[in-house]
């Protein structure tokens, strides 16, 4: 499987085949918390016959783990064909810097939204991938959201997925956070041989019971993530600042930025959903800029991803025309 390590971490990426229109952008999708790359292959198969995709698993979940070694305060990428690309800290990466340096990696601010998106910058600097929509599920649609902030040249339109929010609720949050912690701190590597864990893992935050290899998958991931990858993407996307920051982040951003609800999606209802939508100037616009998917939950891209590939597919045939004004 190919790697691109940047800041030490060997990100493993799949990327399909390029298709014949090759103004069409390339859909880059971004996995949520404690989950991997694989759940976007049902939606991978839909699509890539259209546009080419990639799908990476991010720094510190999947099979994208830390190496122990840190090089330099520079940001190091190298790809496994054994060509490599070096960006110094004071060349800038498309119109952002990767500003990420060996003391903040071993600090939980280097696992910020805003950290997450500078590794999928520098991901698309070295595939050199010119420009893209980002597809985020959850906490990957927040993530895509910086990227679409930091390289508007780049990320042309965004699509989150189960993703909402802005609306900080002290006590929900907190029990949130607390719950997350124990999570993440009690996954002994038995628990993969527990008896019938893998239909638990296929019932939980759906509206459907899912398939018992997508249970198998989200026991994997769970178990496989690293502790502080794990714990810093949960403390650092969860505070009152960083809640706060998301609807102006989205009232800033000029590219097209649409959502998909599950209508019985219990871990980010859709009235969240809207009220970070209502954000961004199509929201008022005729066709406003949400989609809910019935009789779906928290994980739309298994749960229903003929649906989802459809409205993708509406949303990018709208602003087809848009995709050569970068180049």
Known sequence: MPSITILTTPHIYELTAPVADSKRPVLVFVHGWLLSRRYWQPLVDLLQSEYQCLIYDARGFGESQSQLAYRSKSSHIT??????????????????????????LLNPKSYSLKAYAEDLGCLLASLSIEYAWVIGHSLGGSVALWAAELYPQVVQGVVCLNAGGGIYLKEEFERFRNAGQQLVKFRPRWL??????????????????????????????????????????????TTETEVHLLPQLVSRLQQPVYF?????????????????????????????????IDNCGHLGMIEAPNEVASIVQKILSKHAHEVSKIE
């Not at 790809?79 to 903040?104: I, N, R, W």
């Open 192 to 237: 993969s041989y527990v008896p019938l864990l893998n239909l638990v893992f296929s019932r939980m935050m759906v509206a459907r019971p899912l398939a018992l290899k997508w249970g198998r998958q989200r026991v994997l991931d769970f178990i496989r993530a690293d502790e502080q990858a794990a714990m810093g993407a949960l403390l650092e996307s």
């Open 260 to 292: 998909i609800a599950g209508d019985r999606d219990r871990v980010m209802e859709i009235k969240y959903v809207k009220h970070l939508a209502s954000f961004h100037s199509l929201f008022a616009s005729q066709d406003s800029n949400v989609f809910q």
């Open 79 to 104: 790809t496994s064909h054994d060509a490599s690309l070096t960006q110094s800290e004071e060349t800038p990466l498309f119109q952002g810097e990767v500003s990420l340096t060996e003391d903040e």
